[in-house]
């Protein structure tokens, strides 16, 4: 295997690929070597990026899924199955963000958000499971927050369900570690998304963030690619369980 493609001819399924971090975790498996399985919501963002996907040279399946859809998930799996015959990479990146103090929540806006940040995962991690299981070997790659590490205000919704995606990946690791599936995430902190471009847009807003950032800026997706490969290819076949934190050094204040 190559050293400069770890992922040659291995196949990774990345939800929320149309943008942000999906995107880049889905160019930077491709680079590394890997064909790439595309899902979110809206089918014209995947087919962009499955277009650049392409551009790499490898090949791209974009499937537009709602990860809180049982049938629509077990759907992704199937194709990507019937494309492919395998799976050797799983990225859980679909997230919704609510900024809201609690006692204003709606319960509904509070389900949203945990239908997709923990049941999206939960749903499609079962069902891609399944098959990293059988072929006894296989990575699974959880995203969720450095809020899941922190208080923080208006954001109840959105820590409490990046806390769940934490524990969910120490669980299946224990659960996994003799099936040959190692499972980690990747906390990030700010980086410059459209999930916080609101935010960005308003100067007191953007500046107050970055004062809480001891890097003082903003990270950038593809700062987040040497690690996706990292936990994609085989150096981190005996590590499993673990977040690894990338913000800045916010979470270490």
Same mark, same amino acid.
């Given at each position: 295997?190559?050293?400069?493609?770890?992922?040659?001819?291995?196949?990774?399924?990345?939800?929320?690929?149309?943008?942000?971090?999906?995107? #880049?975790?889905?160019? #930077?498996? !491709?680079?590394?070597?890997?064909?790439?399985?595309?899902?979110?919501?809206?089918?014209?963002?995947?087919? /962009?990026?499955?277009?650049?996907?392409?551009?790499?040279?490898?090949?791209?399946?974009?499937?537009?899924?709602?990860?809180?859809?049982? !049938? /629509?998930?077990?759907?992704?799996?199937?194709?990507?199955?019937?494309?492919?015959?395998?799976?050797?990479?799983?990225? $859980? $990146?679909?997230?919704?963000?609510?900024?809201?103090?609690?006692?204003?929540?709606?319960?509904?806006?509070?389900?949203?958000?945990?239908?997709?940040?923990?049941?999206?995962?939960?749903?499609?991690?079962?069902?891609?499971?399944?098959?990293?299981?059988?072929?006894?070997?296989? &990575?699974?790659?959880?995203?969720?927050?450095?809020?899941?590490?922190?208080?923080?205000?208006?954001?109840?919704?959105?820590?409490?369900? &990046?806390?769940?995606?934490? !524990?969910?990946?120490?669980?299946?690791?224990?659960?996994?570690?003799? &099936?040959?599936?190692?499972?980690? #995430?990747?906390?990030?902190?700010?980086?410059?998304?459209?999930? $916080?471009?609101?935010?960005?847009?308003?100067?007191?807003?953007?500046?107050?963030?970055?004062?809480?950032?001891?890097?003082?800026?903003?990270?950038?997706?593809?700062?987040?690619?040497?690690?996706?490969?990292?936990? !994609?290819?085989?150096?981190?076949?005996?590590?499993?369980?673990?977040?690894?934190?990338?913000?800045?050094?916010?979470?270490?204040?």
């Amino acid at each position: 295997m190559s050293t400069e493609q770890p992922l040659a001819d291995q196949v990774a399924v990345v939800t929320g690929a149309g943008r942000g971090i999906g995107r #880049a975790a889905a160019l #930077a498996l !491709a680079e590394a070597g890997a064909h790439v399985v595309l899902a979110a919501r809206s089918a014209d963002q995947l087919e /962009a990026v499955a277009s650049e996907v392409r551009e790499r040279g490898r090949r791209a399946l974009a499937v537009p899924t709602d990860v809180t859809d049982e !049938a /629509a998930v077990e759907e992704l799996t199937a194709r990507t199955l019937r494309e492919f015959s395998r799976v050797d990479v799983l990225v $859980n $990146n679909s997230g919704i963000l609510a900024s809201t103090p609690l006692l204003e929540q709606s319960p509904e806006e509070w389900d949203a958000v945990h239908a997709t940040n923990v049941r999206g995962t939960f749903l499609v991690t079962r069902s891609i499971g399944r098959h990293l299981v059988d072929q006894g070997r296989g &990575k699974v790659i959880n995203i969720a927050s450095n809020f899941a590490f922190t208080g923080v205000p208006m954001h109840a919704a959105y820590c409490s369900s &990046k806390a769940a995606v934490v !524990a969910l990946t120490r669980s299946l690791a224990v659960e996994w570690a003799r &099936k040959g599936v190692q499972v980690n #995430a990747i906390a990030p902190g700010y980086f410059a998304t459209d999930l $916080n471009a609101d935010a960005r847009a308003d100067q007191d807003t953007y500046e107050r963030i970055l004062r809480g950032v001891p890097a003082r800026r903003m990270g950038d997706v593809d700062e987040l690619s040497p690690w996706l490969v990292l936990l !994609a290819g085989p150096s981190s076949d005996f590590m499993t369980g673990e977040t690894i934190v990338i913000d800045g050094g916010q979470t270490a204040r």
